[in-house]
């Protein structure tokens, strides 16, 4: 549960912080932390703010973008201190919290955090399933990131704390789409778009966004990536729909049935 949980930092910029997120994760029973291009790491000053968590600075693991934090996992949470547009709806930490707990079934959720100064991109954003917006003060809603961490990271524990057990028919479905067979399809609709004439180039953008919400609020399974991937090749004329003779012989049958006997009792 809190183990398939990732905490993802995005370019932090003062090692003091990297420390006191390593000390707020482990205070809650979080424990794997990935830093995105951190400005200065390791550092002393880190190691100081994490007190007595330095070992999850030690096995914290450095990467170059985003896509390398979050690529096997099937739920991607970015962290907001603004509600950004339209588009999203946040959720709040606890019914974050809850979601999170429940993904875990599948595979591991990153909780993704942003700049200290400037937060997340609107790109990295869109590479991410869900929202969660911490509902501060509207007039000074932007909390330090360690702090944060902190409430995220209570309501997580909270979740485990006051979790019901369930009898789970999860394992029955086919896996959640990765967020990098999510990217995979985006590549994919975006290209298609465009080779049947219905994008146009510069004007990708915002569909594209809109597109992508779509399909992360449908939460599609991997066979319903490859199904999609499927009809977008075929769109594409990369392959024929139509099996060849046996598609007209096949139709009257379907469609008749109306002098089978209902029921044999
Ligand atoms: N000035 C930035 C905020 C940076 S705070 C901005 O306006 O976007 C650093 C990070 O802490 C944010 O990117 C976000 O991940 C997290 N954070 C801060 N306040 C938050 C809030 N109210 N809700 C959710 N996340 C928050």
Sequence with gaps: MLEQIRIVLVETSHPGNIGAVARAMKNMGLSRLVLVRPKVFPSPEADARASGAQDLLAAARVVDDLEAAVADCPVVIGASARKRSTLWTAMDPREMAALALEQTAHGTVALVFGRERTGLTSAELDRCSHLVHIPANPDYSSLNIAMAVQVLGYELRMAVLTEQPVSVTVAESDPPATAAQMEGLFAHLEQALHDIGFLQTGREGRIMQRLRRLFHRARP?????????????????????????????DRPGVASGGGEPHASR
């Design 221 to 249: 399974d991997q066979r319903e990536v490859n199904i999609l991937r499927g009809i977008l090749s075929a769109a594409q004329g990369a392959k024929s729909m139509r099996a060849p003779e046996a598609d007209s012989s």
